[in-house]
Structure formats: C-alpha cells, structure tokens
C-alpha cells in the first residue's frame, strides 16, 4: 500500500508562500533574505503545480534584474538585510560596466541558467495563457544565453569565475584553483552564515577569505568580463553551468519553435556547447569533472554535477558505471561528492551531501535517456529523504540527517514537481 503524503503537497505550497516577498521568493527566510537566480527559477516550477500566474512573476522579477550586456545576476537585492553576507556594497556592482543605468542592486556573477527550462516548462502547464508571457521573455533569455556563450564560453564549456557561479559553492572541484588565491588585502568582514546554521555544514573560513578575495578582485575591474578573463587566477569550466547551459539552449529552442522565431544561433551555442563539453570528460574517474583553465588540469571530481550530462541531452553512456558504484556506495543518492573519495564530508555542503534540486535534473536526464532504474532511485530517495526528514536545504547521503536551512523553496519546488 502506497502511503498517503498529500500531507506533504500541502507543506510544499505552504512553504513557498512563507518564502514570497509578493513577486519574488527568497530560498528560505533568515539565511538567505534576498532573490537567487536559480532557485527563484526552481521556485517558478513550484508555483506553477498551482499558480501558474505566480510562476510566471517570479521569472519575470528575476528577468527584471538582467544587465545590459545580459548577464542575469546570482542575487538581486531587492531590499537591503543585514542578515546577509557579502551584501550590495561588498559586491559594488552600481557602476558595473556591463550593468547599465538604473537597474536592481545586484551581485556581480550569474549562476546556473535554468530560467529558459524551467520558463518552457511553466508554459507547457498552460500554453494558452503562457504563450504571450513566454514571448516577452524569450529576448531576455537569449540575451542571456548569449552573454554566457560569449563571457564565459571561451573554451567551449562553461566557465565559472566565482565559485559561487556554479552554485555549489565550496566543492572540491575548485580546491586546487582556490588554492592558488592568496588572498591577501581581504577587508575585515563578519560573516552571517554560520550564525543561521551549524558551522559545521558550511564553508570553511579559508572558503569564505577566497571567496571575499575574488569579489574584490571583480568590484576593482569593474565587473568587466573581459578584464576578469584576462586576469583572474580562478577560471574552472564547471558541469553544472555547461549541462544546465546545454539543456537551457535546448529547451529554448523549443520555445523558439512554438513562437516562430529563427533558431540557427540557438543550433549554434548547441553545437559549440556539445564540442566543449568533452573537455570534461575524465577518463580517468570515468565521468564528467570540473577543468581548471588556468593549470590545464582536471580536479578529479566525481561530482552530482557529473551527472548532468543527461540533463544536457547528451546520449552518452560512458559514466553510468560510475554512477552504478556511487549509488551502490551512498545509502542516499546522489550525494554531492564521491563517498570514496577522502575529501567526502557528509554534511559540509557541497562536499558530499544530497540536493534535491541536482537530484531532480539528473533523474529527468536519465529517464529521458531510457535509464529509468536509475531514475528511479534517485526520485525515491529524494521523495525518501523529504518525507522522513522535511524540507531542508540538503541532506546527509549516510543517514538522511537535515542541513542547512530550513522550510527550503527549491526542496518544496522539486517536490511538487518532480519528487511527489
Ligand atoms: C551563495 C541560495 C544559494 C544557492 C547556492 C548555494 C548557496 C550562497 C551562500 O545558497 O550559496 O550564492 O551564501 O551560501 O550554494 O547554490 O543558490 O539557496
């Protein structure tokens, strides 16, 4: 017999409406008070299981938020908190180059571009009504693809130059990179992180100096992308934002495909995005890795962002005897990190513990591909992990211990639309 977990819909809705400022959400109140790229696009996807109206306003706010030269930026401060670290005046952005005049206060990076799939997504809830929202978007996410494919795309994958770029934040892929920072001229900061949650499941503070460093680094050029490019001693090409890029470029495709529009530039980041992802390939670990620009080297990261590569669309079965021994070691999947390796931390963030939103976009890749066993256990041990242990931010792959945050938006978002 199937248990009941209507219960748990009804928890999902509610913490999505605890979480809404009125058009955008919040990932969860306290420690992260302001607008997220990603997970505002993942809060869309929740609110359309039951108002798709609201949905399309919590794209349309992110969107809001988009530079001149394209860039949809990883936090829009909306209204200043100071229960949040590094704030509007640490990231500097008001006189960004590539900004333009009278925007939201603004970090000065961007994160994994899942606005155009969850967008396609939301439309196909009710095209009827969606249709004339999805095509005052369209410009905007092309523009934003655009800017990615141009400032970040150098390699062919996709580059990150902040770790907080890829949304996951302290992984081990970019610990040789980090390394290399020294970061002194670091002004005194406090941070507010570890006075919401247990120190123990958060960054380090050599972490947190780098990543104070390279903010820095990027409010003394302007936030020019080129200069940063030029200059910056952290550029890693990352899966998550080379597989969520591939996937968005796909999606809006089709999007492009029910609104007439022409779709040879959109085949032409595709191909480009398809060429630069073998760059990730490790042959060694037998799976999609993080590529360090700068040394040329690998990181040797089995990540849950290896696994992406569905995803992204790619019909490429080369890492599934990787994913088969990570799922047979880790009690919960997918965990973060590799659980064989030595830098495998079970409740340190994105060093190896299980988020549902990676879990949700692996599991759609799979199953898309016909590996639907596979899927299949990610999904029931997501909806496993939610159901003994409520919404947080992320969860232990040994025990299922909560971590983080609480009352999460994109936990209830993957929730109602994918794990339930
Ligand atoms: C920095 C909001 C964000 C997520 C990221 C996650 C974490 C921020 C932080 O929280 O990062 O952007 O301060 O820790 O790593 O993926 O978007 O939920």
């Not at 990543?211 to 550029?235: C, H, K, N, T």
């Not at 995803?311 to 047979?328: E, M, Y």
């Amino acid at each position: 017999m199937t248990a009941d977990l209507s219960h748990l819909d009804g928890e999902a809705r509610r913490i999505l409406r605890l979480n809404d400022k009125g058009c955008y959400t919040v990932p969860t109140a306290g420690l992260y008070p302001y607008q997220w790229n990603w997970d505002s696009a993942f809060a869309g996807l929740g609110f359309a299981c039951f108002d798709v109206n609201r949905a399309w306003n919590e794209l349309e706010t992110l969107m809001s938020g988009q530079w001149e030269n394209g860039m949809v930026p990883h936090i829009l401060f909306h209204r200043p908190d100071p229960g949040y670290f590094p704030g509007a005046d640490i990231w500097g952005t008001q006189d960004a180059a590539g900004k333009g005049a009278g925007r939201v206060a603004s970090s000065g990076i961007s994160q994994p571009p899942v606005a155009a799939s969850f967008a396609w997504r939301i439309y196909q809830r009710d095209p009827e009504t969606g249709a004339d929202r999805l095509r005052r978007m369209f410009p905007g996410l092309m523009a934003f693809h655009r800017w990615f494919m141009a400032a970040r795309a150098e390699s062919g994958a996709v580059a990150i130059t902040h770790p907080w770029e890829a949304g996951r934040d302290n992984a081990p892929d970019w610990d040789a990179a980090m390394a290399r920072i020294s970061p002194e001229g670091v002004a005194p900061y406090t941070r507010r992180d570890t006075g919401h949650v247990n120190p123990r499941m958060r960054p380090t503070k050599e972490d947190y100096d780098r990543y104070i460093w390279l903010v820095q680094f990027g409010r003394e050029r302007g936030w020019d992308d080129a200069a940063i490019a030029a200059e910056s001693p952290f550029r890693v090409a990352d899966p998550t934002l080379t597989f969520t890029l591939m996937r968005a470029c796909r999606d809006l495709r089709l999007a492009a495909g029910v609104l007439g529009e022409d779709c040879a530039e959109i085949d032409g980041w595709i191909a480009r995005l398809e060429a630069g992802a073998e760059r990730l390939w490790n042959p060694e670990t037998g799976a999609y890795d993080s590529y360090d620009l700068r040394s040329g080297e690998l990181a040797g990261a089995v990540s849950n962002a290896s696994f992406l590569c569905w995803w992204g669309g790619l019909a490429d079965r080369r890492s599934l005897p990787t994913l088969a021994r990570i799922l047979d070691t880790a009690r919960f999947a997918l965990p973060s990190f590799d659980p064989a390796h030595p830098r495998f931390d079970p409740l340190r963030y994105w060093r190896g513990p299980v988020w549902g939103v990676m879990n949700m976009m692996a599991a759609i890749g799979l199953a898309e591909q016909g590996l639907s066993a596979e899927a299949a256990r990610i999904r029931a041990d997501t909806a496993g992990l939610i159901t003994e242990n409520g919404f947080a931010e992320y969860f232990s792959p040994e025990d299922g211990t909560p971590a983080g945050g609480a009352t999460f938006t994109w936990t209830a978002a993957i929730w109602l639309a994918w794990a339930s």
